[in-house]
């Protein structure tokens, strides 16, 4: 019964935001708070932005009403928890109407938000000192106002990003509101899902003005404080669940306009350092979640469709975690990240290809990447993490709780073991970035005798407290981990160069060692402008195969195949061994299906030799007959692998 009660407060505040509404429309028209078009804007036509002025009057009003115990309202007014949020919002709801009249830059708002921020957590608006998160524990201490200050700041700022569609901010907001006051309820806090309930009524009155085509919009005034008052009650509530994701509740509730805001400043980030442009982090731009959806082709309804029931799911999943233990609300997370990096790749940010625009491996050429004492630091890193996995694959003892001590022991032998061996195998002069099989099976070898070092100095120093086993492991995880490091340039190289192959595509006529040379080849030298698509080979054992990532599609026969797939195709013949009648067949196959033949050779050919003359070495000229042009002429079909004209 006293859940039905509180349908009458929020439809209260429902009917006052629907009544006043077009009262501040007038008033912002009036004061010159319209929204003009603009490159970055999606409507075509001048709007009044101040309706988040009729949200906010009618929540206060009615939530004044409960503050003041009149009538049906006095059973759950949170008092102080009110009174926090309203002092707290005067400095944000100054600084965003003034940015709706006369807009101002980042920095003011963000001082005026931290003010806000700061006198809610003073009224006790905060996360605990200590909290819960799937099932565990975490002791903040102070650090706790901090993070509860960086939150609604950040809050905040992700319903004023949000709000780029006619209606998208305040249908987010609404699902916010909504989600969080079951959660409340759920958690036995009726006065707090009743303050939620008011504040999601207030939106519902005002929608019907913006939806598509939006009269009136909420401006920063509506979405900034609107942010404001909703990360405010979610600290009142994740804060005090333990189970399920407890205190990330709150950020999946609201975790479309969290994401937005995550992915812009990431995105902007990235694009700044890469570019190294003049526009700052927080300038507004045209990549927004919305702004990509109307560029796939979606109208403006849909895409604000699309993320309501977006925010929709992710608010239900939320609010389901409270009911889940701790492991099923963890593959609830799993899966969430994973359709977080799958929709972003829908979405088409090429900021984040980091890897095929060369970011990451622009990091290796930092100056204090080059020095020898860098590598030394991370291999001091690798030996911790070694040890971690050695003790957590041998006691299943991930968080050191009973054997921290032999963990210490462990590393305190190991560290300088490995470091003096890998020096003294000469590790750190090897030019990684030309790695062969020797480097590694060098690093193997010394990762084995500086591991059997600590082993001998762990027997001597403490005793041989520690296992064989897990120093074995150990082993195992260091040489894993080494290699991995030391070999991380060339496999960014390679992912790089593969991502780029959109020159014409090219089917390697040999699978074999020569055929995976020319495959290296091509992926590794940027200036052959080519394209692997597929090997080709004789030997009906590899057909179907994959070597080196390519698949074999078939014999010399298949390039009929390929090359209807594949426009402007290049066959590749690779291996010497291929006989003269069958580099016929190959040609009168690419005469017939309008396929390039090329032909990778290597040879070693003499420039400068040198002859005994009177005891004296004497240089003579090289041989213009061994030139390339000789080679063209004795057989047609044969070149080497240069850029195709």
């Known amino acids: 019964m006293k859940l039905l009660w509180l349908a009458v407060p929020m439809s209260l505040a429902g009917a006052l935001a629907y009544v006043l509404t077009p ?12 929204d003009r078009p603009g490159v970055r804007k999606v409507h075509a036509a001048d709007t009044p932005r101040l309706g988040g002025l009729a949200v906010l009057v009618s929540v206060g009003l009615v939530l ?38 006369r807009p101002l830059r980042a920095v003011p708002k963000f001082l005026a938000q931290g003010l806000g921020a700061g006198l809610a957590v003073s009224f006790g608006i905060t996360l605990m000192p200590k909290v819960h998160v799937f099932g565990a ?9 901090v993070v509860s200050i960086v939150w609604i700041v950040g809050v905040t700022n992700a319903f004023n990003i949000v709000d780029g569609l006619d209606g998208l901010a305040g249908g987010l907001a ?33 929608l019907p003005y913006n939806v598509y085509p939006a009269k009136v919009f909420l401006g920063d005034t509506g979405s900034a404080s609107i942010g404001f008052i909703l990360a405010c009650l979610a600290l009142k509530g994740g804060s005090t669940l333990s189970a399920g994701l407890a205190t990330l509740v709150p950020v999946f509730i609201m975790g479309l ?42 109208d403006h309804r849909r895409a604000v469709l699309l993320l309501w029931a977006v925010g929709l799911v992710l608010g239900l999943l939320g609010l389901l975690s409270v009911l889940f233990t701790a492991r099923q609300a963890g593959l609830l997370l799993v899966a969430i990240v994973a359709a977080a990096f799958v929709g972003l790749a829908r979405l088409g940010y090429e900021e984040f290809a980091v890897i095929r625009k060369g970011v990451v491996l622009r990091l290796y050429d930092a100056p204090v990447l080059k020095k020898a004492l ?15 996995v050695a003790i957590g694959l041998k006691w299943d003892d991930w968080g050191l709780h009973v054997h921290r001590a032999s963990a210490v022991e462990m590393a305190a032998v190991l560290a300088p073991a490995t470091v003096g061996g890998l020096w003294v195998m000469g590790l750190y002069r090897r030019a990684w970035r030309l790695a062969g099989m020797d480097d590694f099976v060098r690093l193997g070898v010394a990762v084995g005798v500086s591991t059997f070092t600590g082993l001998a100095l762990d027997w001597i120093v403490v005793g041989g407290e520690v296992p064989v086993s897990v120093f074995l492991v150990f082993a195992l995880a260091k040489s894993a981990l080494s290699a991995g490091a030391r070999s991380s340039f060339r496999i960014l190289s ?25 495959l290296k080849e091509i992926w590794e030298n940027e200036h052959l402008d080519m394209n692997p698509v597929a090997f080709l080979d004789d030997d009906p054992e590899r057909v179907g195969l994959y070597v080196s990532g390519l698949r074999v599609a078939g014999s010399l026969e298949a390039v009929e195949e390929l090359a209807r797939r594949h426009p402007r195709l290049t066959l590749l013949v690779s291996s010497t061994k291929v006989d003269a009648e069958r580099l016929r067949d190959a040609a009168r196959l690419c005469r017939i299906n309008g396929v390039r033949l090329m032909r990778m050779e290597l040879e070693f050919r003499e420039l400068i030799p040198m002859r005994e003359s009177q005891g004296k070495a004497v240089l003579a000229a090289p041989s213009e007959a061994s030139g390339p042009e000789s080679v063209a002429e004795e057989n047609p079909a044969a070149c080497r692998v240069t850029q195709p004209a």
Do not use: Q, Y
């Open 23 to 34: 009262l501040a429309r007038r008033l912002a028209i009036r004061v010159g708070a319209v």
């Open 64 to 101: 004044s009403a409960a503050a003041l115990r009149i009538g049906p309202l006095a059973p759950w007014a949170p008092v102080r928890v009110m009174l926090g949020i309203g002092i707290g919002l005067l400095p944000v709801l100054v600084v965003s109407v003034w940015d709706d009249v």
């Open 137 to 145: 524990e975490v002791s903040l201490g102070p650090l706790s106002v």
């Open 174 to 206: 609404l699902i916010s509101a909504a989600s969080l006051a079951a959660v409340f309820f759920v958690s036995g806090n009726v006065p707090m899902g009743g303050a939620a309930l008011v504040v999601a009524g207030g939106i519902l009155g005002f």
């Open 257 to 298: 306009p969290v994401a937005e805001t995550f992915v812009s400043m990431a995105r902007r980030t990235v694009k700044r350092m890469e570019n190294r442009a003049s526009t700052g982090v927080f300038e507004a731009d045209r990549g927004h979640f919305h702004h990509r959806l109307l560029d796939l082709g979606l």
């Open 374 to 388: 860098f590598v030394v630091f991370v291999d001091l890193a690798l030996v911790a993490v070694a040890v971690w």
């Open 494 to 518: 390679l992912s790089k160069n593969k991502a780029d192959a959109t020159g014409p595509p090219v089917a390697i006529f040999g699978a074999g060692k020569a055929g995976v040379a020319a």
